[in-house]
């Protein structure tokens, strides 16, 4: 398998695949790669030739330090997961922060058309500016036909829509549905981190948020998020950051339910100190 730290380096090989007409997917990380991640990969190998997996924790978009610095950081255990999907067509690009940022390591700043100031963009401060420099970096270097992300991060992937039509940048978003552990838990890097308690509460996550769909069927929102919250406030040791009802296509919070628009729900919830995030379709 190959793995490039420097843009040049992999900027050519990329330029020497495109010249042999070979189509590029890539799927932008921040490693401690999960079966969630791979399925993105399976998925951009069956649509591409070659396939591009950028392990980077970007530091721009961590509002919080501590977060950064305990993110899980596993190179050689990535590439050995890599390898399982395949050793001949996924590069590798695990540049350091100089590669990216050359000692300036600030964001741009983006207007998402408000997209960024709804949920995660209320509680991460400059968050979404820091992806957005990132996945616009990496798709100057990689300049790749696809691109796939988890639907997971269903507001960063509405963002990166709207980054890559705002800046005409030539390539195809995919949106991947979330993959969860067999107890519902949608799968993240932080899941790892989760001590034992806290990781037998989790699939109350998504417990809730089934239940919270099914109850949207009959009750309005303003109802079933009052519920959703009195069913945090009892739990034992998970607390609710937020949980919220927005319209599918603008994110934001719905005022009053038409058949004409399709609904999520988004919640986040903190597991002690680790954050946890899910969503689901309501409609
Ligand atoms: O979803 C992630 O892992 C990150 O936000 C991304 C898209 C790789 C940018 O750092």
Same mark, same amino acid.
């Given at each position: 398998?190959?793995?490039?730290?420097?843009?040049q380096?992999?900027?050519?090989?990329?330029?020497?695949?495109?010249?042999?007409?070979?189509?590029?997917?890539?799927?932008?990380?921040?490693?401690?790669?999960?079966?969630?991640?791979?399925?993105?990969v399976?998925?951009?190998?069956?649509?591409?030739?070659?396939?591009?997996?950028?392990?980077?924790?970007?530091?721009?978009?961590? %509002?919080? =330090?501590?977060?950064?610095?305990?993110?899980?950081r596993t +190179?050689? /255990?990535?590439? @050995?997961?890599?390898? *399982?999907? $395949?050793?001949?067509?996924i590069?590798?690009?695990?540049?350091?922060?100089?590669?990216?940022?050359?000692?300036?390591?600030?964001?741009?700043?983006?207007?998402?058309?408000?997209?960024?100031?709804?949920?995660?963009?209320?509680?991460?401060n400059?968050?979404?500016?820091?992806?957005?420099?990132?996945?616009?970096?990496?798709?100057?270097?990689?300049?790749?036909?696809?691109?796939?992300?988890g639907?997971?991060?269903?507001?960063?992937?509405?963002?990166?829509?709207?980054?890559?039509?705002?800046?005409n940048?030539?390539?195809?978003?995919?949106?991947?549905?979330?993959?969860?552990e067999?107890?519902?838990?949608?799968?993240?890097?932080?899941?790892?981190?989760?001590?034992? %308690?806290? =990781?037998?509460?989790a699939?109350?996550?998504?417990?809730? +948020?089934? /239940?919270?769909? @099914?109850?949207?069927? *009959?009750? $309005?929102?303003?109802?079933?998020?009052e519920?959703?919250?009195?069913?945090?406030?009892?739990h034992?040791i998970l607390?609710?950051e937020?949980?919220?009802?927005?319209?599918?296509?603008?994110l934001k919070?719905?005022?009053?339910?038409?058949?004409?628009?399709?609904?999520?729900?988004?919640i986040?919830?903190?597991?002690?100190?680790?954050?946890?995030?899910?969503?689901?379709?309501?409609n």
């Open positions: 398998m190959e793995i490039y730290s420097d843009k380096q992999i900027a050519l090989a990329i330029d020497d695949l495109k010249a042999k007409k070979l189509t590029i997917g890539m799927v932008p990380t921040m490693g401690a790669l999960h079966q969630g991640h791979l399925q993105l399976k998925k951009a190998l069956l649509d591409n030739d070659k396939v591009v997996v950028s392990i980077f924790v970007n530091p721009t978009q961590f %509002d919080n =330090k501590d977060d950064l610095v305990k993110y899980p +190179l050689d /255990s990535d590439v @050995e997961l890599l390898k *399982t999907v $395949s050793k001949t067509n590069l590798v690009y695990a540049p350091t922060v100089d590669d990216i940022y050359g000692g300036n390591t600030v964001s741009q700043k983006f207007d998402f058309d408000g997209l960024e100031f709804e949920m995660e963009g209320k509680f991460r400059g968050h979404f500016d820091g992806v957005g420099t990132i996945v616009k970096r990496f798709f100057d270097i990689v300049k790749p036909h696809k691109a796939y992300f639907e997971k991060d269903f507001q960063q992937l509405a963002i990166i829509k709207k980054l890559v039509e705002k800046y940048i030539p390539v195809k978003i995919v949106g991947c549905k979330i993959h969860r067999a107890n519902g838990l949608a799968m993240s890097s932080r899941n790892t981190r989760l001590k034992p %308690d806290y =990781k037998t509460a699939p109350f996550i998504f417990e809730t +948020l089934n /239940s919270a769909k @099914e109850k949207f069927g *009959t009750k $309005s929102a303003v109802k079933v998020t519920w959703v919250e009195k069913q945090f406030a009892k034992d607390e609710l937020y949980f919220i009802i927005s319209d599918t296509k603008t919070p719905v005022k009053r339910k038409s058949n004409k628009k399709t609904y999520r729900a988004f986040a919830v903190y597991a002690d100190d680790i954050r946890l995030i899910d969503n689901i379709a309501l």
